[in-house]
């Protein structure tokens, strides 16, 4: 699967605005003209005005020593196998991981709440009566790494230029920004249309500010190995294209000590690896090359991690328990080709997949079958519609598919025996009523045209899952097969949706916004380039349910909002959701100190975690 996690990036989903003074109000409550030090969503911000730092951080770890280590998730045009451009802005090349460690924000995302964030640049920001206009006053000590101050120019340069000219996915963010202004040097006013959610703030709040100065004799769309001028965390420092790229702590950091990064960032060298395959890399982590993993091989993690130091306990496995947010794991079909905009279509090809043949012989156990667009969290549709979602559905009732009405659909459980003659006999009654007839061993549709499914993967690992399934495919006509790409040509090739299918695994916020829904479900990404809607999903009914989320007063309202929506996702079937995992089965080498329980809504190790001089000694890592 393509991993993403796009809230690595834009951290919080827009939110509801609360008043520093009174963290207890809602927004439709907060005294308008007031500046506010933090914003969240639907309830009380956690963190007062003058907090020190966030629980979960450590601001009595020592800093020092390297972290290197094998990503587990990316945004953006980034890639965890190669690189070929630090600009990790735009949808040109691949990018590494972590670039955005460079770059800091107007605010700062707490992550044991599910929707707050902090001032980080800002140090306030103040609402408009109208709630239009957002106006945050910057610190005057903000600076990027050359020393230079960061203004309220920097800031309307990165704005205007990133809705002008960014990654598809920025630009969508800032589809409903209509003008931004410096007021002074250190106070920016944005102003939106009108249109936007009352909650998009908060993912505009969280977009990288950049040096105009700096771009002003640069491309900004340039696929480019310099290292960027940054205000962040850390700078680039090492780097072999395509191999390996090394983050360096800035030791003068000028937020080092502010309450939103107090106790974070303890390395000071971050070193990220590039292989192509899983199995070297795995290999790099047995010789401790690597020194911390996510091993996302079901085989792997419970046949293969026996070597010495597993024996020794210099190496830890250990299962963390994952995020409280919306997991998006499945197969998208991408229907701007004729042959997949029909439904029946998308369900043979779904019933072919024989989730319960493979958890016995090929996952070992590891993985739940998945069944929602939203799973592992509130907004998972189950059972019969509620009061309050049939309360949504009513009024659009003529315009919803009958079944809506009835229990959330699930997907068919085969009888495990890796083909399962029900469910292909299905499979094949539904091609035959969407329009294929077989011709020898093929499926032909009215004009004679075959039936085909390339699988586009871009790594040998997904063959062992993915092969099975396959198979099925061809049992029942359908001319399928897997299409390995090197990394490169497969972020190319998705960015531009040309595929037939692809896996992906996407983690949503934990309290999504109309605009992020867009991106992902929404017409408006179908034709844009480097958008998530892999599936080319065009519905104006899926449409009109995001864009009642604006409306949302509450988390309630929103659960129900989004129960609704993934009921007809999954009658759809844009998506075919495959499995997905409870935990985050974990291996490292025994010489970090980390802070437990981890936060809930996010899982930064290379900025939480820190260096143990004396475990590492102990191992014969010091």
Known sequence: MTGFNRRDLLKVSGATLLTAMAPRLAFADVATETPLHGLSAFGELKYPMGFTHFDYTSPDAPKGGIFSFSPHNWVLNQSPQTFNTLNTFTNKGDAPPRMELCFDTLMASALDEPDSIYGLVAETVTVSADRNTFTFKLRPEARFHDGSPITADDAVFSFETLKEKGHPQLRLTLAEMAKIIALDSHTVRLTFSGKHSDRAILDIASIPI?????????????????????????????????????????????????????????????????????????????????????????????????FPAVQQNRVIKHKFSAEKRAV????????????????????????????????KNLFYGAYERSQSVFEQSDFRASGKPSPEELAIMEPLRDRLPEAIFGEALLQTPSDGSGRDRKNLKRASDLLNKAGFKRDGDKLVDAKGGQLNLELLIYAEVFTRSYSPFI??????????????VDPAQYQLRIQNFDFDMIGMAVQLSPTPTRESLEEIFGSKGKDIPGSYNFPGTADPIVDALIAKVSDAKSRDELVSLLRVLDRLLRIRRDWIPNWYSANHPIAYWDMFGFKEPKPDYGFPVETLWWFDEAKAKAIGKG
Not at 271 to 294: C, H, M, S, T, V
Not at 329 to 334: E, F, K, P, R, S
Not at 338 to 344: G, I, T, V
Not at 471 to 484: D, E, H, P, Q, S
């Open 471 to 484: 198979n099925n495919l061809k049992a029942i006509g359908v001319n399928a097969y897997l299409r390995m």
């Open 328 to 359: 998006l794991q499945a197969w998208a079909i991408n229907q701007r080709r004729e042959h997949f905009r029909d439904p029946q279509v998308r369900e043979a090809i779904a019933l072919c997949f024989d989730f319960e043949w493979t958890q």
């Open 210 to 306: 950049f040096s105009k100065e700096w771009y002003s004799t640069r491309d900004f769309e340039a696929s480019t190995m310099e290292p960027p001028l940054g205000s962040g965390a850390y700078r680039v420092g090492r780097v072999a294209p395509g191999q390996t790229i090394e983050y360096e702590r800035v030791k003068d950091y000028w937020a080092k000590d502010l309450n939103v990064q107090r106790g974070q960032n303890h390395f000071d060298r971050i070193k990220i690896d590039f292989y192509r395959e899983r199995q070297p890399e795995f290999e790099a982590f047995k010789k401790g090359d690597i020194l911390w993993r996510l091993e996302a091989t079901a085989k792997t993690w419970a046949t293969e991690y026996n």
